[in-house]
């Protein structure tokens, strides 16, 4: 993203997050767009089911959630023909939230059998293409190589797993509510 120049244009930042909360995410995102001068003149925090306990938030988005974003879309469209890129305010705290690395990663099973894919999909390269039944210290818990492995052979150590859980459970029940900031 930091190569990116926006020269004015305008931008809208979006957060998509599982249940639980977006902290300084739109804050740190229109931030760094304003840096590389865009503007972020829309921003949303849009509910999907939860990378670690898929019984967070689970089927989201749905139908609702779907009309929400169309509806969002079009008043984002309505905004740009009318010409007002005024930069949108959204929540969060300077200095954002510092983020905890967490002792916490996918492994592989025994199922694994290093095709690759794993490695290929992580977005910050945290599983070596070489080994790709390791995950390194840089993995950021997105769960994309859980979700891509075609054998189902990465999870959560049972552990973690049931910590998760504990911590999380009591969000299966909860319906958090799409924003959305013109």
């Keep these: 993203m930091r190569r990116i ?4 244009a305008p931008a809208v930042a979006v957060a998509v997050y599982g249940n639980r909360a977006f902290e300084d995410a739109l804050l740190e995102l229109c931030d760094l767009l304003t840096a590389q001068a865009f503007v972020p003149v829309a921003a949303g ?18 139908a609702r959630d779907m009309q929400e974003i169309e509806a969002f879309a079009a008043a984002v469209q309505e905004k740009l023909d009318s010409c007002r890129h005024a930069a ?30 794993c490695a290929r ?5 945290a599983i070596p293409p070489d080994a790709p039944d390791k995950t390194g210290e840089a993995c950021i818990l997105c769960m994309r190589c859980v979700a891509v492995c075609p054998r189902q052979a990465r999870a959560l150590p049972p552990a973690g797993l049931m910590a998760v859980q504990a911590k999380l459970g009591g969000l299966t029940q909860v319906r958090r509510e799409n924003q959305t900031w013109l």
């Design 5 to 8: 120049a926006g020269a004015g």
């Design 45 to 62: 925090a849009f509910i999907a089911e939860h990378s670690m306990l898929r019984t967070v938030a689970a089927g989201r988005p749905d």
């Design 121 to 125: 999909r992580c977005p910050v390269g």
């Design 88 to 117: 949108v305010s959204v929540p969060g705290s300077r200095p954002y939230c510092a983020g905890k690395p967490l002792p916490l990663r996918p492994q592989a099973s025994d199922r694994c059998v290093s095709c690759g894919l």
